[in-house]
C-alpha cells in the first residue's frame, strides 16, 4: 500500500500522505515551514470551519452554489467544528503571510471530505466539491482570516471572564473571612498604617473585576467583522448581499453579537480591534502579576519573612532543603503572566505592521491572541483552586508585626502634631518600646486618650482620631 498520493496544484505535483485530508497546498506549507512544530489552536480552526459552513450556506440560498454541494460541504464543516478532525490542521503558525496556508488548509479538508462522504475517493479529480471554487466561494484569506480571529477570541471570551470571576470571588470570601484580622500596612515596603487583611484580599478582587469590565469593553470591538470584502475590501466575487446574509448567518449559528463592517476596507486594512484586545489582556496580566507578587511577600518566611499567610503546601519546595515549601501556585502565574504580555507585545507590533490593503501578520497575531486566552485560562484557575482557596492566615504573626508598628503614631497627628508624634515614633523604635507607653510617658496623652487613638481597627475604617 504506497504511503502517499499524488496531487496537483497550479505550481505542478505534490506528493500527499495517502490518508491526509488535507491536499497539495496544505503539503507545500508543511514543507515551506517547519518551524515550530506548533500546530493552530482549536479556536482558530473551528472559527475557520463556521466561515466556511455558513458561506456555504449563504451562497446556496444566494443561487450561486448547488444545493447539493452546500449541504457536502455543511456536513464536512460540521465534522471540523465538532473537533473530529483536528489531526489534519498541521500548518505552523509562522507561515506565509496572511494566513494563505491556513485557510487553504481548511478548504481542502473540508473539500476532501464533502467528497467523500457520498462515496468519492480521498484525492485528486476524485469528487466535484473544489477547495477554492467551492467551499472558499465568495472568499479571500483576506477576509475569512481577520473574521476567524475575532470569532475564536468571541468564543472564548465567557469561558475566560468566568474564569477571571472565579478568582475574584475566591479572594472575595477571603475578604469576607478575614475582615477581622487587623495587620500593619505597608508602603514603598516600610512600615505603614494599619490594614485589616480583609481589605487587601478585598482590593485584589475589585482588581480582577474591574479587568473584565476593561476586557469585556475591549471585546465589543471584535463583534464587527469584515466578512465580505474578499481580497482588499471591495467584495469583489461576492454577491453584493453577502456581507450582510453572512454577519446575521455567523451571528445565528454561533449565538454570538456580531456587527456588519461600516466599511470593509478598515476592517481589511487595520488590525486595531485585535491589538485593543491583547491591551485588555496584557493590563489584566499585569495586574495578576502584582496580586502574585504580594501573595509571595505576604507568605516569605515561614521564620524570616513576613508570614502572615501561608500558601497551601502542595508540592517539596527544594531538591536539598528538606522542607522547604514554596509560593509555586504564585510563581506559576507569574510566569504564565510574563508570557501573556509577551504575546501581547507580538501582536502589537504584527499588528503596526500591516501596508496599504492587509495586513500580512493575521497568523501571527491569531496564534498569539488564542495563546493568551489560553495560558491566562489555565494559569488563573490553577492559581484560583490551589492557592486562593486554601490559603492559611497567620493572625499571631500579622497582629504581632503590627503591636511593633511605630507608624501607629500617624493616628496621633491631629492630637498632639506631626513632630511631636515623630519624636515619639523615633523613641519607641529605638527603645523597643511601643506608641502607647511612650506618649503617654511623654505626657503628651493620657492612658485612656491613648487607648483610644490607638485602636487600630477603627484606624482602618478611616477618619480623624480624637
Not at 61 to 89: R, S, Y
Not at 92 to 110: K, L, R
Not at 212 to 237: D, F, H, M, P, Y
Not at 382 to 388: G, N, R
Request: aromatic share 6%.
Amino acid at each position: 500500500m504506497t504511503q502517499h498520493r499524488v496531487e496537483r496544484d497550479s505550481l505542478g505535483e505534490v506528493r500527499v500522505p495517502a490518508k491526509a485530508w488535507y491536499g497539495a497546498q496544505t503539503q507545500r506549507a508543511v514543507e515551506n515551514f517547519p518551524v515550530s512544530g506548533l500546530k493552530p489552536w482549536p479556536a482558530f480552526v473551528w472559527s475557520m470551519a463556521v466561515i466556511k459552513r455558513c458561506a456555504a450556506e449563504v451562497n446556496r440560498e444566494l443561487g450561486l452554489l448547488d444545493a447539493k454541494m452546500a449541504d457536502a460541504i455543511i456536513a464536512a464543516a460540521d465534522e471540523v467544528i465538532a473537533g473530529q478532525l483536528d489531526a489534519e490542521f498541521v500548518v505552523d503558525p509562522f507561515q506565509a503571510g496572511a494566513g494563505t496556508s491556513h485557510n487553504m488548509n481548511v478548504n481542502e479538508v473540508i473539500a476532501n471530505r464533502a467528497n467523500a462522504l457520498p462515496g468519492f475517493d480521498l484525492g485528486e479529480d476524485q469528487g466535484p466539491v473544489d477547495a477554492n471554487d467551492h467551499v472558499n466561494m465568495a472568499q479571500s484569506t483576506n477576509d475569512t482570516i481577520p473574521t476567524a480571529i475575532r470569532l475564536g477570541v468571541l468564543w472564548r471570551l465567557d469561558e475566560l471572564l468566568t474564569t477571571l470571576g472565579r478568582c475574584a470571588a475566591a479572594f472575595r470570601e477571603q475578604a469576607t473571612a478575614t475582615d477581622d484580622v487587623v495587620k500593619s500596612g505597608r508602603t514603598h515596603l516600610q512600615d505603614a498604617v494599619p490594614i485589616r487583611l480583609g481589605q487587601e484580599f478585598g482590593a485584589y478582587a475589585s482588581a480582577i473585576e474591574r479587568n473584565c469590565e476593561k476586557i469585556r469593553l475591549a471585546a465589543e470591538g471584535l463583534r464587527r467583522v469584515g466578512i465580505g470584502g474578499t481580497a482588499n475590501g471591495s467584495g469583489l466575487n461576492a454577491h453584493p448581499a453577502y456581507h450582510v446574509r453572512m454577519v446575521a448567518t455567523l451571528s445565528q449559528y454561533t449565538g454570538l453579537i456580531l456587527y456588519e463592517s461600516d466599511d470593509l476596507f478598515e476592517s481589511m486594512q487595520s488590525m486595531q480591534d485585535a491589538c485593543f484586545f491583547s491591551g485588555a489582556l496584557r493590563a489584566t496580566a499585569q495586574d495578576f502579576t502584582r496580586i502574585a507578587n504580594d501573595i509571595r511577600l505576604l507568605s516569605s518566611g515561614p521564620t524570616t519573612g513576613l508570614a502572615e499567610i501561608t500558601c497551601p503546601p502542595v508540592q517539596p519546595g527544594s531538591s536539598i532543603m528538606p522542607g522547604k515549601v514554596n509560593p509555586v501556585l504564585a510563581e506559576m502565574l507569574n510566569m504564565a503572566m510574563y508570557h501573556v504580555m509577551g504575546n501581547d507585545l507580538t501582536v502589537t507590533l504584527a499588528s503596526q505592521a500591516g501596508q496599504l490593503e492587509l495586513n500580512v501578520m493575521m497568523p501571527v497575531i491569531a496564534h498569539n491572541l488564542n495563546e493568551m486566552i489560553h495560558v491566562m485560562n489555565g494559569s488563573v484557575n490553577a492559581f484560583t483552586e490551589k492557592c486562593v482557596r486554601g490559603l492559611i492566615i497567620n493572625r499571631e504573626t500579622a497582629e504581632g508585626w503590627l503591636a511593633r508598628n511605630p507608624v501607629l503614631v500617624t493616628a496621633l497627628n491631629p492630637l498632639i502634631g506631626y513632630q511631636k508624634g515623630a519624636e515619639v515614633a523615633k523613641k519607641a523604635l529605638a527603645e523597643g518600646r511601643g506608641i502607647r507607653e511612650v506618649v503617654v510617658e511623654l505626657g503628651y496623652l493620657s492612658e485612656e486618650e491613648a487607648d483610644a487613638a490607638l485602636d487600630a481597627a477603627a484606624m482602618t475604617r478611616g477618619g480623624i482620631r480624637n
